[in-house]
């Protein structure tokens, strides 16, 4: 993710982001922890990121894409509503392109799976 994106839900978020986990230790989480994250799922991420928000023991570990999908890793515990909500947004991440945020398509060339729009795909492809 670029670093004004970056910035802007590190910003938004800093709590969660700075929180530290039940343990005791500091959060792994850094001002840069967005930056393994594609610009086009910045909706995605700053609504996923909402959610946990809400729960004051939930320690955020890591934000990246991974297969194709969104992974968000963090530690605690989150209501089965929030579960749910979450779920449905790392689904979601398989059909919204990792570079600009249109209905997209998951795929995989040379052993590297991306979601893309037509568009995207098809300089991936060419690109590969």
């Not at 001002?31 to 909402?50: K, T």
């Not at 729960?55 to 579960?83: M, W």
């Not at 059909?95 to 795929?107: Q, V």
Request: proline letters at 4%; hydrophobic letters at 30%; one cysteine or more.
């Amino acid at each position: 993710m670029d670093s004004n994106l970056n910035r802007q839900l590190y910003d938004k978020y800093q709590d969660l982001c700075d929180r530290s986990c039940a343990s005791g230790s500091p959060s792994p989480f850094k001002l840069d922890g967005f930056s393994a994250c594609p610009n086009g799922w910045y909706n995605l991420i700053d609504e996923y990121i909402g959610v946990l928000s809400q729960f004051p023991d939930i320690c955020l570990l890591q934000v990246k894409s991974k297969f194709g999908g969104l992974r968000v890793y963090f530690s605690g515990r989150v209501s089965d509503r929030a579960s749910a909500i979450l779920g449905n947004l790392e689904e979601k991440s398989y059909n919204t392109c990792e570079t600009c945020g249109k209905p997209a398509r998951t795929e995989s060339v040379n052993y590297w799976t991306r979601t893309l729009c037509d568009e995207h795909h098809a300089e991936w492809k060419n690109s590969v």
